[in-house]
Structure formats: C-alpha cells, structure tokens
C-alpha cells in the first residue's frame, strides 16, 4: 500500500501525478507525486498533521523563482492559491497584511492606495510574498527585511507559528530560519511610513519602466538567476564571461539582462539547469568567482 491510498481527508484538492510546468514562469518540469491546493490554512495545518512525516513536503508558490526539473518531484508538492492565501489588507499604523499567495506586485499597489509608502520595491519583484519571505526578496536598494514586522507559517507538524523580523535571520537573499526547513508561510504583516498616495504610485511607475527597458519580463523566465557575489555585479560576469544571448539547446542567458535566463521555446529543465551550471564553471575558470544559484531548483532530473 503506498502512502498516496492513507491520505487525510481534504477540503481543497489533491491531485496525483500533477504537472507541474503550467504552475512555473519557466513552464518546463516534470509532475508532482501529489500536489494539493489547500482551501485555507485551517486545511493545510489539518493534512499536515495527518500526513506520514516520512512523506516529503515541497512548497510551490507562483513558480516564478522556481525550476521544476524534469523527472518531477517526490512526496507531496503545496500550492498556496485562491482567495483565503491572497489576501491583502491594510491596517492601522501605517501597516499592511498579505497572504502567501499574494503577488508582491499587488501588495504594493494595495500600500499604495492606501497611503502607506516603502513597499514600492515590490512592484518590480516577479513572485509572492510567500517566495519573498522565504528569500528576503527585493530590488532597486529595499528588500523584504526593511519591510516584515512578522511572518505567519503552519509547519510541518501542522502548528501555526509566528515569527518576527529578527526571528527570520534575514541576510542577503535568504531567511535563515526559511533555510532550516519545515516551515509552509502562509501570510506577512508589512510596516511602512505614511505618504501620499500619488507621490507612491508615481515611484511604482518608475520602477515598472524601468523593469520594463532593462528585464525580459515577457520572455519565459525565473528572473534574477544568480546572486550578486559579495563587490560584483553578477549580470557583468556572465556577459563579461560571453555568454549573453548564446543559445544553449533551448535555454539562454537574456541580450536584454545578462543574469535572467530565459526559455526560448522549447527548453527542458535539463537545458535551463544546464546552461546555468555551464556559466557557473566558466565564470569560476576565468575570475576564481563562484556564482550562486539564486533560483530555487526542485525534483529530480
């Protein structure tokens, strides 16, 4: 008997051998063992508890920083969708709420509306805030540490937690306690300062064009793939190294922003993986500069 035919009782959905392409930027990857959509968070915390702890949990959110590889992934893969993990909701305070699954882009607008300037970087961050807590997201000098009052997960005994901006050891592009596993967040309480709502919608605008001359944000990407190595610019590396705009089966490296990798049709995992580890291996052969994956790869190949 597999542990598939023992699973607890759900509300939301659980779908077997799921592909997962159509739930990632990147649209390639192999399927899911089992992927559930949670219909609220008291649903989660109830088939987390109920679930063999031997049965390996992955969490998915928009996909938009995440390669699927092509094998697919064991165990069970989450998905944070729908009204209950999208929520977003001014505060008093100047402060703001936003589920899991609510795109950092939104979250932005939403502050915005409601007067409550800081959280302007968000409109130029591809993801949700789920993704963004996990991996202290940000852009244009801000990220998600100047922003957190608090995180809100269920683990993976099923128990709800809330942690505060010290708690989650933020550093560059990481959480340490994110790191540690065993944590699904489900939503994040924001502070910013009081301003006028024009004066920050003006400021998104200058973000979203600006994304919009320098990132291929309609191509088929996972944005930024590595991080910047601490007084280098990674983009400059992987151009300086030559391999912007060189195709590699159906993977490359963006003419338009050197550090976003792109599928141009009909890339599989293995060509997105593989052009990535390709430049890391050039780029540590001709500079000594290991570059580091800022893209989160899961599955097997």
Known sequence: MSWRDELPTVRGKLLADEPLAPFTWFRVGGPAELLFLPQDEDDLADFLRGLDPAVPVTVLGVGSNTLVRDGGVDGVVIRLAGRSFGRIEPRDDNRIYAGAAALDAMVAREAGKAGI???????????????AVMMNAGCY?????????????????????????AEMGFSYRRSAKAAQGGLIFTGA????????PAAVEARMAEITARRETTQPIREKTGGSTFKNPPGHSSWKLVDEAGWRGKPFGGAMFSPLHSNFLINTGDATAADLEGLGEAVRA????????????????????
């Open 189 to 196: 309480l924001f502070a910013g300062t009081p301003d006028d």
């Open 141 to 165: 000098g801000a990220e998600t540490k100047d922003v957190l009052v608090e995180a809100y997960a269920v683990t993976r005994a099923g128990e709800r937690v809330t942690l505060s901006n």
């Open 282 to 301: 050039d780029v540590k052969a001709k500079t000594g500069i290991e570059l580091e994956w800022e893209i989160k790869r899961i599955g097997r190949p």
């Open 117 to 131: 300037a800081g959280l302007e970087f968000y409109r130029g961050v591809p993801g949700s805030i789920g993704g």
